[in-house]
């Protein structure tokens, strides 16, 4: 996990040495019901959630959605954002695990681990 992380900063600085480096958090939804509610319909579609898991990842998913709002609507520099939201879903990743079972975990790292070689495809590509 602290290998993405260390990654991720890595291309963050290179990417804030773009002018479009400013608008990487615009693409999201300013709105934080709008958020957590996209967030879970997606959990929801791809873990295949039970009602039970449904109701507590959409009260975790708002929750956070709110702890990020003063993050995003910040005039700090991307990577004091992206460090301040990092430690937030670190947080939210616990209370996730915690309700989803073993399967849906699986899926969930599985995404990550893509996520990770798409960070490291972007990574070569930058160092060119």
Known sequence: MK???????????????SVQAQNI???ISKDPVKRSENLT?????KLNLDKEQTTKMKEVNYKYALMMQPILESDDDIIDKWVKSQEIND???IETEAI????QLA???EKKNKMKQLVERML???SK
Do not use: D, P, Y
Not at 3 to 17: A, E, M
Not at 41 to 45: D, I, N, R, S
């Open 91 to 93: 947080r939210r990743q």
């Open 25 to 27: 958090f615009k693409w």
């Open 107 to 109: 899926i969930v790292e």
């Open 41 to 45: 319909v997606w959990m929801v579609g």
């Open 3 to 17: 290998g993405l992380i260390v990654n991720s900063l890595i291309i963050l600085f290179f990417i804030t040495q």
């Open 100 to 103: 989803l079972n073993q399967e």
């Open 124 to 126: 070569k590509r930058l």
